[in-house]
């Protein structure tokens, strides 16, 4: 297998994984919290942070910026590099908008985790529920930037394949 096979078998799926697993959590999984007690909202938010970071953010963030990067640079069309470029900036912009936007808001959140006692009222309910709203409506940017990512890299793989590839598949 060759350097271009891999990165598009690897970035494409990291680049919607991304997408798709923060789109989840905007619209399944922290709108639950808005309902819960303060204690409880604040508690569920830590490991779900967490492991969205850790495991989902962190390695499908890197993997697919390394390949869409690696796919950018050995473009063989001006076409095929502005597709593979748009694809790379929109995840470079998914990280700038964690780091700058998303992050801050999280913060917020696990600080009040972290000091408040479960039985304090330190931390209002309406606090809580404010910061998981913005947090929830801050990630539908992510959401779009990493979709839009895997998208366009699809389309890309999809429309400019090797005549030597569509010729063998086509018989």
Not at 17 to 28: E, F, K
Not at 156 to 161: G, R, S
């Amino acid at each position: 297998m060759n350097t271009v096979l891999v990165a598009k078998l690897v970035g494409i799926p990291a680049a919607l994984v991304l997408g798709g697993y923060h789109l989840t959590l905007s619209h399944n999984v922290i709108p639950v919290l808005y309902d819960q007690s303060a204690s409880v909202a604040l508690s569920s938010f830590s490991p779900i942070y967490m492991k969205a970071l850790t495991e989902v953010f962190l390695p499908s963030g890197f993997l697919s910026l390394a390949s869409l990067g690696t796919l950018t640079c050995n473009a063989r069309s001006a076409t095929e590099r502005i597709l593979y470029g748009t694809a790379t900036a929109l995840i470079i912009g998914f990280g700038v908008v964690t780091k700058f936007v998303i992050v801050p808001v999280a913060d917020r959140l696990l600080f009040f985790e972290e000091t408040t006692p479960l039985d304090s009222k330190f931390g209002s309910k309406e606090e809580v529920v404010k910061l998981l709203k913005a947090f929830t409506s801050q990630n539908w940017i992510r959401v779009v930037f990493a979709l839009g990512a895997g998208l366009i890299a699809l389309y890309a793989a999809m429309t400019t394949t090797e005549k030597k590839a569509s010729k063998s598949i086509l018989g």
